[in-house]
């Protein structure tokens, strides 16, 4: 079945510091790739998505590219703030963009905390 | 306008009690989820609704799990006979085509306690 793996948390990193948070996936056929973000106190949002081969998403200044030769969708940020401080999930539909609905398959979360 | 709204925030309930958990989509939205989310874990995925009718349910644990949406829009999760590992937060979310694809969007959740 589909499966997302994210890179072991917490991380901890000083403001302004570039930020990665690996993502590998498998599933058949064509994903759409998604990161939602969970700040404190709040429910899940979502940040960024790609749903092709080679797209690259971007929010927030946020970006992530959709790489299926190394089926991988990584995170990353040039310069973190405090308030970029949340739980991160990476996802995946079991559906392509366009086509029809598809229920996520969620990784495990990684816990970011930025200090000032 | 409104966001997905979940009601109740919390809720304890004693082991083999019944619980129901309200689920209010985005207005417009056909398509509705429920996941349940573990201390530490990711979401997981139970049911999906296109309209009224359950259109995966391969997600639901067990059959003490039942989830419904009779009218199309509100949506009912229903457990059975709760069990301390049932405890958890429980999402929903409502779906629309966006730019390029479908998005889900997340309601607060429900933190379920069964002691």
């Known amino acids: 079945g589909d499966s997302v793996t994210q890179m072991e948390g917490p991380v901890t990193l000083s403001e302004e510091a570039f930020l990665t948070i690996n993502c590998t996936y498998t599933?058949?056929?064509?994903?759409?790739l998604f990161w939602y973000v969970q700040y404190p106190g709040e429910g899940l949002q979502l940040l960024l998505k790609?749903?092709?081969?080679?797209d690259k998403g971007s929010n927030k200044g946020f970006e992530a590219t959709y790489r299926k030769e190394t089926t991988s969708f990584h995170l990353e940020k040039g310069s973190v703030q405090v308030s970029d401080s949340a739980v991160y999930f990476c996802?995946?539909?079991?559906?392509?963009?366009?086509?029809?609905?598809?229920?996520?398959?969620f990784g495990q979360g990684t816990i970011l905390t930025v200090h000032p | 306008g409104a966001g997905v709204s979940q009601t109740p925030s919390n809720k304890v309930t004693e082991k083999g009690k019944y619980v129901e958990l309200r689920c209010d989509p985005i207005?417009?939205?056909?398509?509705l989820y429920w996941y349940r989310q573990s201390l530490g874990q990711g979401p997981e995925f139970l049911i999906y609704f296109q309209g009224t009718g359950a259109a995966d349910d391969s997600g639901l644990p067990n059959d003490r799990f039942f989830a419904v949406r009779p009218e199309g829009s509100v949506s009912t999760l229903k457990i059975q006979r709760t069990e301390r590992g049932d405890s958890a937060v429980y999402l929903c979310?409502?779906?629309?085509?966006?730019?390029?694809?479908?998005?889900?969007?997340f309601g607060p959740g429900t933190r379920l306690t069964v002691t």
């Open positions: 599933a058949t056929g064509y994903p759409s």
């Open positions: 996802a995946l539909s079991d559906r392509a963009g366009g086509t029809s609905y598809g229920k996520l398959t």
């Open positions: 207005s417009g939205h056909t398509a």
């Open positions: 979310a409502s779906s629309s085509f966006v730019g390029t694809g479908y998005e889900q969007y």
């Open positions: 790609a749903t092709k081969a080679d």
